[in-house]
């Protein structure tokens, strides 16, 4: 297997990660990545496949768990009780307890709100050259989430706050400091959602937070430590990965001078899933020794898979690094896929077409005022800031 070496926060791979991947993928479906000491899968095949082998896992095996330093405790805490952390009998219970709030039909209920909800945002801007990260594309969905939940939708600045330390630690530039800050948001941010709780235990609604306590009131389903992680989870992960996908879109669409309407934006927010995801990649531990690609993984390897090379794969899409949203729909990796298939990815769907439909038919004129640039946020892959003038 070749060994491929490229720092994560180096300016030029932070801004084109794609160049490194089309490399890494010419020297097969896996390679070894020294800068993460990770065997890692590249190509789409790989990629899927992996995803797809259940003698795979997110979970860290029994033998390797370590208690972790004093300091993140509040942090690994609701790690420990994630869904997304967790491998069956637990992730099944979890899953299926989540997925009720998440049918086709739960979803689509939803659109008339993301509808009002992303002309209302438009409404507001100003005439000046503003930032449409945080004006809109952080907006449509942070406050779709507190409505699907039930949490105040004048928590988000919050909301934010906390999702923004917490998942800093799965950043390559994480330090002491961003550990120290995931903790204290992961205390702050337990210490809201167990009052609120409480608040809302008598005061039933039509809402996921009302169907998550039922569950945990019946006992079984669902612990105390898992109601408050999978309410974390979800108001987390119902934003951080959306906001980056308008937000790479709508620069791609802008630069490249394509206005989506109606008729065409299934295929478009496809496309924009593919061509520049916000999530690039994901590890998972192998449960037993596995012959895959040509490597032989012993129990406790870690795979890394990266989600934003095998999107690339000419393998599967001609020409991968042009954006052509007429291509046919052949499903992307940026979902992810088996088990822990993302569970938001039909709401993120509506919420992209939505909010990008009423963006460019209230605004024809939308122009970049500045180059937007990447974070230094690997493996994440999202934009600062996106300055705009209507
Ligand atoms: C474009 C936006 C989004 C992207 C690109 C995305 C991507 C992903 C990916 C790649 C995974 C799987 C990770 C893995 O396999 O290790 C995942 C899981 C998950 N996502 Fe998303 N996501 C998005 C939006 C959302 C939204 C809106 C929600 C919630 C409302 C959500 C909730 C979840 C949850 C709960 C999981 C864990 C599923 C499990 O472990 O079974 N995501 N997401």
């Known amino acids: 297997m070749k060994t491929v070496f490229q720092s994560p926060v180096e300016p030029g791979f932070v801004q084109y990660p794609y160049a490194f991947y089309d490399t890494a993928r010419t020297y097969g479906d896996l390679v070894y990545w020294d800068d993460y000491k990770k065997v890692t899968a590249v190509s789409h095949r790989a990629v899927q496949a992996l995803l797809k082998d259940r003698r795979f896992g997110r979970e860290v095996p029994a033998e390797m768990q370590r208690p972790g330093p004093a300091h993140l405790l509040p942090w690994l805490k609701i790690e420990a009780h994630s869904l997304l952390e967790a491998e069956p009998p637990r992730h099944t219970r979890l899953r299926a307890l989540v997925m009720r709030a998440f049918t086709s039909r739960a979803i689509a209920a939803l659109e008339p709100s993301v509808h009002e909800l992303s002309h209302a945002l438009i409404d507001r801007f100003p005439d000046t050259p503003f930032d449409l990260l945080d004006a809109f594309c952080t907006r449509v969905p942070v406050i779709t989430i507190c409505r699907l939940l039930g949490v105040p939708e004048e928590m988000s600045p919050d909301l934010l706050r906390w ?13 002491h400091k961003t550990e120290d800050a995931a ?29 998550l306590i039922a569950a945990e009131e019946d006992g079984e389903k669902l612990s105390r430590d898992e109601l408050v992680a999978t309410c974390i989870l979800l108001l987390n992960a119902g934003h951080e990965a959306t906001v980056h996908s308008l937000g790479n879109g709508v620069k791609t669409l802008l630069k490249l001078g394509i206005a989506p309407c109606a008729q065409t934006t299934d295929g478009l927010v496809e496309e924009i899933l593919r061509y520049d995801p916000p999530l690039h990649m994901f590890t998972r531990y192998a449960y037993e020794e596995v012959d895959a690609f040509g490597h032989s993984f012993k129990r406790g390897d870690e795979v890394a898979l990266l989600l934003g090379a095998a999107n690339r794969d000419p393998a599967v899409w001609s020409e991968p690094n042009r954006f052509d949203s007429t291509r046919p729909i052949v499903t992307n990796t940026s979902f992810g896929g088996g088990l822990h298939f993302c569970v938001g990815a039909p709401l993120a769907r509506l919420e992209m077409r939505i909010a990008l439909v009423a963006l460019f038919a209230r605004c024809p004129n939308l ?15 999202g934009l600062t800031r996106l300055m705009v003038q209507t």
């Not at 999702?163 to 330090?175: E, G």
């Not at 122009?367 to 892959?381: G, I, K, Q, V």
């Open 163 to 175: 999702s923004h330390a917490m998942v800093a630690m799965y950043q390559a530039s994480r330090t």
């Open 183 to 211: 903790a204290k948001a992961a205390e702050d941010f337990t210490a809201f959602l167990s009052e609120y709780i409480e608040k809302r235990r008598t005061d039933p609604r039509d809402d996921l937070i009302t169907r």
């Open 367 to 381: 122009r970049l005022t500045a180059e937007p640039e990447y974070s230094n946020t690997y493996h994440f892959h």
